[in-house]
């Protein structure tokens, strides 16, 4: 295979620049104004953007009288050779070779009358780890520092120390400004502090663009437009009808035979998988840190994401600082973010990545969200969620046959302690099914600690400006979820609020389609929309401020077990325990 560094220099850079027309599909918007075109000027003073913005940045702001700093390695010349062509005046030098001159060369170049943009953490990184260059340079040409924040609404990062950012074909891309603030010359901190704020902004803003994003328009007969949904995918009605077909299947005592038949296959790779594990022939790494793993058997609905959530708390109130790493859905950052404040949270599915970066960040412990099943990384503990409203209801299958990943009662001589989870209120008839659960658990796994956990809710709380002017109590008309669960919501939301009267259910992680986004509005009426905390992120674009919208928040109350569970958690993060790593990489 010709390796990248081969080719001619001169190939190298017709290549790069045969790639940039792909800007001209991109849309460019400020997070605030997400309906018109955002072109920005820069002014004639010092710009700190990061290295993986670089492509978006470089088509954005050609012809703009600007100069930046490119290294003097082979990849520094490919990109000096296309920023020239494209208006930019490129000083050549680094922080590790010939920083000094090419500073020397930016501070010319501002004086004759060119602004600045430097890429704070180039050109090696660590990535979003803002060096002195910024501070030095306004500093030498006693200028003031804006900080330039990227994000795009699709796309792909390129698997380098910078996670390269090429946005897609078409994708929407946030770009915000703003002057760093400081008493006298900003410093590094000030400067890293402002980026870091900006891109957050412009990354929230491309998630909720994700999830506004309107149907498109097919033409049909002559030429007339029409609405159509979006193509098959996660939110649209095509998986939700073959969501709630295979739900129908789980609840039957034998799913249709094909069914049966994807089941066997998928439990067969999954089973040869952990095998693979177990003797050694795929390896397990070290996140350098202890990792709990909070995951489950099943598909959804168990509560992992708002026990993870819990554990980040515990350990928070006993000192540690803890990560939680979640697969990257933004409803679930969402949600830990906001039930574990002070916890640092990191959306991607490569825990193994997100662990060490924490680690290096800082964090004293991980918590995986949904990893019993993922092995690559180790894990000092692993805490298995059992969902007792599946043992109860459904055939007990593997996927798509029933919404278990795994056997669960082989997959607990492999945890380290259970949670049994529900939704249901506690009845008697809920609580001798517990019993006879924790039974079986221990004949199956007998030592293993087993705690049982209920899921009520709390009291309604305002999530929007329409709610929190409503006069009196609370009164929606409208439950709208996009859980694996719903109807176990609309239990709960009728039980704790008797103006519901309408119940809209999407698909897991789902985003409503226009027709029902105008349903859903015509359905609330003046009382609003009822909806549950991990929806409220995704659901809260696509309507708006003024509609009342409510938040019916989840409580965790724990009916046994969980002092046991607590020492365990404890003793781990402290690393109090004896488990062997010997097998993490």
């Not at 050779?81 to 490129?90: A, F, K, N, P, T």
């Not at 502090?193 to 049909?220: D, F, K, T, Y």
């Not at 004949?443 to 006069?471: I, K, M, Q, Y």
Request: aromatic share 6%.
């Amino acid at each position: 295979m010709l390796s990248a560094r081969r080719i001619p220099l001169g190939i190298a850079v017709r290549l790069v620049r045969a790639a940039l027309p792909i800007s001209r599909t991109w849309r460019f918007r400020h997070p605030d104004d997400p309906g018109r075109p955002y072109r920005p000027v820069l002014k004639r003073e010092v710009h700190a953007c990061w290295h993986e913005h670089l492509l978006p940045l470089t088509c954005l702001l050609a012809g703009q009288e600007l100069a930046t700093l490119a290294s003097r390695d082979r990849d520094g010349e490919i990109i000096s050779r296309v920023l020239r062509r494209l208006g930019y005046e490129v000083a050549r030098g680094s922080s590790t070779r010939g920083g000094s001159a090419g500073f020397r060369q930016l501070a010319r170049s501002f004086a004759a009358g060119r602004g600045v943009i430097l890429t704070g953490d180039g050109p090696r990184g660590p990535r979003r780890s803002l060096k002195e260059g910024a501070a030095r340079i306004a500093k030498l040409t006693d200028s003031a520092v804006t900080v330039v924040g990227v994000a795009a609404s699709s796309g792909r990062r390129l698997p380098s120390w910078d996670r390269f950012l090429i946005p897609a074909p078409g994708a929407t891309v946030f770009v915000s400004l703003a002057p760093v603030v400081a008493d006298g010359a900003p410093g590094t901190g000030d400067i890293q502090a402002a980026l870091r704020c900006q891109v957050a902004r412009c990354e929230q803003a491309a998630r909720e663009a994700r999830w506004s994003r309107p149907p498109g328009v097919v033409r049909s007969g002559r030429g007339a437009a029409r609405d159509a949904s979006p193509r098959p995918g996660r939110g649209t009605p095509a998986r939700r009808s073959l969501e709630l077909r295979l739900r129908r299947h789980w609840r039957r005592s034998r799913a249709a035979l094909p069914l049966r038949g994807l089941a066997r296959i998928y439990g067969g790779v999954h089973d040869a998988r952990g095998r693979l594990y177990d003797a050694g022939f795929l390896l397990t790494h070290s996140a350098g840190i202890p990792v709990i793993s909070v995951g489950g058997v099943t598909v959804g609905g168990s509560g992992k994401t708002p026990l993870a959530a819990s554990i980040g708390r515990t350990l928070r109130e006993a000192g540690h600082r803890p990560a939680l790493l979640a697969r990257g859905f933004a409803d679930e950052v969402d949600l830990l973010a906001h039930e574990a404040p002070g916890a640092s949270i990191r959306g991607h599915a490569d825990r193994l990545r997100s662990g060490r970066r924490a680690a290096a960040e800082g964090a004293t412990v991980a918590i995986v969200d949904d990893g019993f099943q993922h092995r690559r990384l180790f894990r000092d503990l692993d805490l298995l969620v059992l969902d007792r409203d599946a043992l109860r209801r459904t055939n007990g299958a593997r996927l798509p046959a029933g919404p278990f990943r795994e056997r669960w009662d082989r997959a607990v001589v492999r945890a380290d302690a259970i949670i049994v989870t529900g939704r249901e209120s506690w009845t008697a008839e809920v609580s001798r099914f517990d019993a006879e659960l924790r039974d079986r658990l221990w004949d199956l796994a007998p030592g293993v600690p087993v705690a049982t956990a209920v899921f009520g809710h709390g009291p309604l709380e305002a999530a929007s400006a329409g709610a929190r002017g409503w006069p009196g109590s609370p009164a929606p008309r409208l439950a709208l979820t996009g859980i694996m669960k719903p109807n176990l919501f609309f239990a709960q939301a009728g039980a704790a609020c008797a103006s519901v009267r309408e119940r809209l259910a999407l698909s897991d992680h789902g985003s409503p389609s226009r027709r029902e986004r105008t349903a859903a509005i015509r359905a609330a009426g003046r009382g609003g929309v009822l909806t549950t905390r991990k929806d409220l992120a995704r659901l809260r674009p696509f309507f708006d401020p003024g509609l009342p919208i409510w938040v019916l928040p989840e409580t965790l109350a724990w009916k046994a077990g969980w002092d046991d569970v607590r020492r365990l958690i404890l003793d781990t993060a402290s690393g109090r325990q004896d488990r062997d790593p010997a097998a993490a990489g």
